[in-house]
């Protein structure tokens, strides 16, 4: 059956990636996804861009702001240790992007790995990345899937990725049956049309990573009634 995650939160009614967002993403979705950046003092918040003014009342880069001054914008972001409390609670699946390029490279994902070793989840776990090195730093996190997120057509790598996750207007049957064969799971971002999900889940795509998880839960659901029943 098709998993739907939470893309940011429930992004399309809250604000993205804040506690609101994921709080109010536990009754309608399978899991949560956020985008993992370093403050100026290493620490591991939840937000998307570089900077902070699409999103917030504040300006200026993640990586040149402290988690002190960063957490005094509106909307209010979160630390990662509060994301996965939340997920952790929930017995949410999580899925996790290091966000790069970015002037700490690898340092993201070491932080990452020592956050992870502390807090010893016990929970589902993916990580990804638009970044093949971060991708092959990430391949040795016990019990994780990992996952290159793709932009170009009919690519698919071999080498260190259990999970391809290419944005849905890139995606044909072919390519999830070759995904299949190889063994590689498809996660498939970002949908929001009802009509799009349908066909994806009846591809056989593994995940659907949406804004709106409570509209394409509801439109998959019927599909995966049927799917069971003629099975």
Same mark, same amino acid.
């Given at each position: 059956?098709? +998993?739907?995650?939470?893309?940011?939160?429930?992004?399309?009614?809250? &604000?993205?990636?804040?506690?609101?967002?994921?709080?109010?993403?536990? &009754?309608?979705?399978?899991?949560? #996804?956020?985008?993992?950046?370093?403050?100026?003092?290493?620490?591991? =918040?939840?937000?998307?861009?570089?900077?902070?003014? +699409?999103?917030?009342?504040?300006?200026?880069?993640?990586?040149?702001?402290?988690?002190?001054?960063?957490?005094?914008?509106? %909307?209010?972001?979160?630390?990662?240790?509060?994301?996965?409390?939340?997920?952790?609670?929930?017995?949410?699946?999580?899925?996790?992007?290091?966000?790069? &390029?970015?002037?700490?490279?690898?340092?993201?994902?070491?932080?990452?790995? #020592? #956050?992870?070793?502390?807090?010893?989840?016990?929970?589902?776990?993916?990580?990804?990345?638009?970044? %093949?090195?971060? =991708?092959?730093?990430?391949?040795?996190?016990?019990? +994780?899937?990992?996952?290159? =997120?793709?932009?170009?057509?009919?690519?698919?790598?071999?080498?260190?990725?259990?999970? =391809?996750? %290419?944005?849905?207007?890139?995606?044909?049957?072919?390519?999830?049956?070759?995904?299949?064969?190889?063994?590689?799971?498809?996660?498939?971002?970002?949908?929001?049309? &009802?009509?799009?999900?349908? +066909?994806?889940?009846?591809?056989?795509?593994?995940?659907?990573?949406?804004?709106?998880?409570?509209?394409?839960?509801?439109?998959?659901?019927?599909?995966?009634?049927?799917?069971?029943?003629?099975?």
């Amino acid at each position: 059956m098709t +998993r739907v995650i939470a893309h940011r939160g429930y992004s399309a009614k809250y &604000p993205e990636m804040s506690r609101e967002a994921y709080i109010n993403a536990i &009754p309608v979705s399978d899991g949560f #996804e956020c985008d993992l950046h370093l403050t100026k003092d290493h620490q591991l =918040v939840c937000w998307h861009d570089d900077t902070m003014q +699409r999103t917030s009342d504040m300006t200026g880069e993640v990586c040149e702001l402290t988690w002190a001054e960063m957490s005094k914008a509106h %909307p209010q972001p979160i630390l990662f240790t509060e994301f996965m409390e939340i997920a952790i609670g929930a017995n949410k699946d999580v899925l996790i992007e290091t966000k790069h &390029p970015n002037k700490f490279k690898g340092l993201l994902e070491r932080k990452l790995a #020592e #956050e992870l070793e502390r807090l010893n989840p016990k929970i589902n776990m993916s990580f990804m990345s638009f970044s %093949p090195s971060a =991708v092959w730093r990430m391949r040795n996190f016990p019990g +994780r899937k990992v996952q290159l =997120v793709e932009r170009r057509i009919n690519y698919i790598p071999k080498f260190h990725a259990d999970v =391809v996750a %290419p944005f849905w207007e890139l995606v044909d049957e072919s390519w999830v049956e070759l995904c299949r064969k190889r063994g590689q799971q498809m996660y498939v971002w970002t949908v929001n049309d &009802p009509e799009v999900a349908k +066909r994806l889940a009846n591809w056989g795509v593994d995940t659907l990573i949406t804004d709106n998880p409570e509209l394409i839960r509801k439109s998959i659901a019927g599909l995966a009634w049927f799917m069971l029943v003629a099975t």
